[in-house]
T-cell receptor, first 116, second 107 residues
Framework: SAVISQKPSRDICQRGTSLTIQCQVD?????MFWYRQQPGQSLTLIAT?????????ESGFVIDKFPISRPNLTFSTLTVSNMSPEDSSIYLC?????????????FGEGSWLTVV | RKEVEQDPGPFNVPEGATVAFNCTYS??????FFWYRQDCRKEPKLLMS???SGNEDGRFTAQLNRASQYISLLIRDSKLSDSATYLC????????FGAGTRLTVKP
């Protein structure tokens, strides 16, 4: 498996503020991704974190709201900007690693965000 | 049609039962397939890969049907601890997950 750690593990934030989530992966990971999972819902891909360049966002997600950085191979951050209660969700960092049977995705433990 | 679709569930089964989930995919060029398990308020964790010839891991059996474009997960002798949501992933490089099938195993 791959080692992926995220922080903070949870936070309660005020409406209108921003929060940055950090993710550290081991060197075996090639690609990094950020997902959101709202309560009772399935995983939704936010973006692919590209090393040294702008992230590739999925439909419905924009850089102004979810700025992402990946300054090197093993570290990425996701910022949730100008938060509203609708942003309350678990945010998951993930990494892709070649296990010998093609690429396998592994997840960090997630960051539980509650916006009040 | 969604790229990856799963049985919606929920599945409520008694302990000891056998239960099976399916996951259909739309891209016939898909090459790699996986099942994940997600417990409540936890991150998804890899359960098993799905090989072309089918594979087994204890009480769990995964199969691939390329002609009909679906994968399946069979759980035999269900345990209370099997209660979770099961997610299928097709072609991890595309980063697409099924919506998940919720399983509850009851005493």
């Amino acid at each position: 498996s791959a080692v992926i750690s995220q922080k903070p593990s949870r936070d309660i934030c005020q409406r209108g503020t921003s929060l940055t989530i950090q993710c550290q992966v081991d060197s075996q990971v090639t690609m990094m991704f950020w997902y959101r999972q709202q309560p009772g819902q399935s995983l939704t891909l936010i973006a692919t974190a590209n090393q040294g360049s702008e992230a590739t966002y999925e439909s419905g997600f924009v850089i102004d709201k979810f700025p992402i950085s990946r300054p090197n191979l093993t570290f990425s951050t996701l910022t949730v900007s100008n938060m509203s209660p609708e942003d309350s969700s678990i945010y998951l960092c993930s990494g892709l690693r070649d296990t010998g049977y093609g690429n396998t995705i592994y997840f960090g433990e997630g960051s539980w965000l509650t916006v009040v | 049609r969604k790229e990856v679709e799963q049985d919606p569930g929920p599945f409520n089964v008694p302990e000891g039962a056998t239960v099976a989930f399916n996951c259909t995919y739309s891209n016939s060029a898909s090459q790699s397939f996986f099942w994940y398990r997600q417990d409540c308020r936890k991150e998804p964790k890899l359960l098993m890969s799905v090989y072309s010839s089918g594979n087994e891991d204890g009480r769990f059996t995964a199969q691939l049907n390329r002609a009909s474009q679906y994968i399946s997960l069979l759980i035999r002798d269900s345990k209370l601890s099997d209660s979770a949501t099961y997610l299928c992933v097709v072609n991890p490089g595309d980063m697409r997950f099924g919506a998940g099938t919720r399983l509850t195993v009851k005493p």
